[in-house]
């Protein structure tokens, strides 16, 4: 099976962290609820007819600060923050 780039040495991360990887299947969307619904959450930022290399580094410092520390349902209606950083202290840029 072909992972692409993105997924180079994941086999020896994989052994030095003793964690297991999967991956989804190609245009399987249903198998990748989290990361669709992140998309979701990002296109209210950068809607898809929105040129990405017109994207400032402030917009997506703004963005990226705000969906940080948004709470999910997902995550016990903490923040990813929150989760990330088990503190409860949100990190701010």
């Known amino acids: 099976m072909y992972y ?3 997924f180079a040495g994941f086999d020896e991360i994989s052994k030095q962290l003793d964690a297991d990887f999967y991956f989804a299947h190609p245009y399987a969307s249903w198998e990748r609820g989290t990361n669709e ?3 979701g959450l990002i296109r ?4 898809k007819n ?3 290399t017109t994207i ?3 917009e997506m410092d ?3 600060e705000k969906l940080n520390n948004r709470p999910r349902k997902r995550l016990g209606y903490q923040t990813p ?3 990330f950083f088990k503190s409860g202290v949100a990190l701010h840029i």
């Open 81 to 83: 923050n929150q989760v």
């Open 56 to 58: 400032t580094q402030q």
């Open 62 to 64: 703004t963005a990226m």
């Open 37 to 39: 619904n992140t998309n």
């Open 50 to 52: 929105r040129d990405f």
């Open 44 to 47: 209210q930022y950068f809607p």
């Open 4 to 6: 692409g780039r993105e």
